[in-house]
């Protein structure tokens, strides 16, 4: 929402490396209405955010899953990620998959993925990312 914009532009400069200022600076002026920005709240303060892009009518995208740096290692991203289906279920009823692209190096995030019940759907595209998928049904 319009009121974490500020919360979001603190976290830039002070602990996010210089792709990551990147991106929050891509979703703070992101005008396209298939996004669907979500923020991750721990007590009152915002620690990351991911977006829920319209791919269709059915399937939605998770992208730009993010925790402040100050927050990672403490099992918010795993904790996030169990919820994201009953979360999208409840707030997104018309979709029934989720998909997301990972990257083939990164074992951590691809490990969390497959603990929630992602799957693959192919070994490695031409980005060396790994296609994955969630039914919410």
Do not use: W
């Not at 979001?8 to 005008?31: F, W």
């Not at 999208?88 to 998909?99: G, L, Q």
């Not at 083939?104 to 603990?115: C, E, P, V």
């Amino acid at each position: 929402m319009h009121k974490d914009i500020p919360i979001i532009k603190e976290m830039s400069p002070k602990v996010l490396q210089k792709d990551e200022i990147s991106l929050i600076h891509y979703v703070l002026n992101d005008k396209n209405i298939a996004n669907n920005y979500q923020v991750i709240v721990l007590n009152t303060t915002i620690i990351g955010f991911f977006n829920l892009f319209n791919l269709d009518e059915k399937k939605l995208s998770l992208r730009c899953f993010f925790i402040d740096r100050k927050h990672q290692n403490k099992g918010y991203a795993s904790q996030t990620l169990k919820h994201l289906k009953t979360y999208v279920k409840k707030n997104f009823p018309t979709f029934i998959e989720i998909e997301l692209n990972v990257d083939f190096n990164n074992k951590k995030a691809y490990s969390s993925y497959i603990k929630v019940g992602f799957q693959e759907e192919n070994k490695k595209n031409k980005n060396n990312e790994i296609k994955m998928q969630l039914a919410l049904f």
